[in-house]
């Protein structure tokens, strides 16, 4: 996200991009975000300031029918996401989108489209949307996602990318900003249409994409907050031992306890050192929610004795395996003798 302030008005711009089919979902949910003003409150229309409470949008000249339908089929979609408190009507002003296929508007091949909006305080002013048919060969109703190249382009589905550029017009920012449990399950084909990659199944809002508008224009509920998770590394070491801690999920920490009597350390990644050698839970705490990891130093002389024990150990187990391979070759020597005198016998 771009901020590039003018007096007291404000431009955000936002981008989407494509993954292959044959992808790997990401590992982690998330929970739908919001573009915000500083003082923390999101950015959206002011509908009651707008001619009969509508967002208009218009497509430039040069765009080929296919994006006019994408924009009917995504603003309806968003439309019936708030109850009809959102509403659209094509017309001049508001929403412009534009089919860049010059390559005059795209500063990286790899956008599959990119979303900009204007802001005098929390209000947005206006927005531009550029779709990259440069190097997209765009498709309703077909490929889902973005597919393989096709002579000099690759294949993608417009009403996916059009559905999440809207998003972004309207104030929404991409769900894995915020990581933490999302509004409703995920799945292969289901992660929202708000993901900063477009994944097959975006061509459809997600029960999150529905809650994050809701959120910006019919006070809905807020985004869960996110869990707290904490690690440490190394985790284990010979004092003195310098240890980074890391917030996981985004948050930052209040405040770092590192069970040393050290305190008031604060930000995502710190580090510490341990001097003394010992068992030490670290805590890391935000907003009421507390996260923990173990951290365990030893002495040189402990660590020595660690080492020689674990020498010794090694060194016992390969003697008990040459051994074994004694044994086994005894017997196989007595068991080849046996058969010998067999067959003599015989």
């Known amino acids: 996200m771009d901020f590039r302030r003018a007096l007291s008005a404000v431009a955000v711009l936002a981008v989407a991009v494509g993954v292959l089919l044959g992808y790997t979902a990401p590992e982690r ?4 975000a919001t573009f915000k003003a500083p003082d923390g409150t999101p950015y959206s229309w002011s509908l009651s300031a707008l001619p009969g409470g509508t967002v208009t949008w218009t497509v430039g000249q040069n765009a080929p029918p296919i994006l006019r339908e994408s924009m009917l089929a995504a603003t309806q979609a968003w439309s019936s996401a708030t109850g009809g408190v959102v509403r659209f009507a094509e017309g001049p002003g508001g929403i412009v989108v534009d089919w860049d296929a010059s390559g005059a508007e795209i500063p990286d091949p790899l956008y599959l489209a990119y979303t900009g909006f204007s802001a ?5 002013l206006s927005a531009k949307l550029v779709v990259n048919a440069v ?13 393989p190249v096709d002579g000099a382009k690759r ?16 104030g929404l920012d991409h769900t894995d900003r915020c990581p933490s449990a999302m509004v409703g399950a995920d799945g292969a084909n289901g992660l929202p249409t708000m993901y900063s990659v477009i994944y097959p199944g975006a061509e459809d809002l997600h029960p999150d994409d529905q809650a994050g508008i809701r959120y910006i224009y019919n006070g809905g509920p807020a985004a869960p907050a996110p869990a707290l998770a904490v690690s440490a590394s190394p985790q284990t070491g010979v004092a003195p031992l310098e240890v980074s801690v890391s917030c996981l999920n985004g948050a930052d920490p209040l405040a770092w306890d590192f069970g040393d009597g050290t305190l008031g ?3 995502a990644q710190v580090t510490h050192k341990f001097t003394a050698p010992g068992t030490y839970t670290i805590v890391g705490s935000s907003n009421g929610q507390t996260a923990t990891v173990t951290v365990q130093v030893q002495s040189k002389n402990a660590a020595a004795s660690a080492a020689k024990a674990a020498r010794a150990e090694k060194a016992k187990a390969a ?3 040459r051994a074994e391979k004694v044994k086994a070759a005894k017997a196989a020597k007595a068991a080849k003798a046996a058969a010998a005198k067999a067959a003599k016998a015989l």
């Open 29 to 32: 949910a998330s929970a739908f």
């Open 120 to 124: 005098n305080g929390t209000q947005i």
């Open 135 to 147: 190097n997209y060969e765009w498709q309703r109703n077909g490929i889902r996602g973005v597919g």
């Open 155 to 170: 294949q993608a589905d417009l009403d996916a990318v059009v559905l999440h550029e809207i998003g972004h017009a309207l």
């Open 265 to 267: 350390a604060t930000g």
């Open 319 to 321: 003697k008990a395996a």
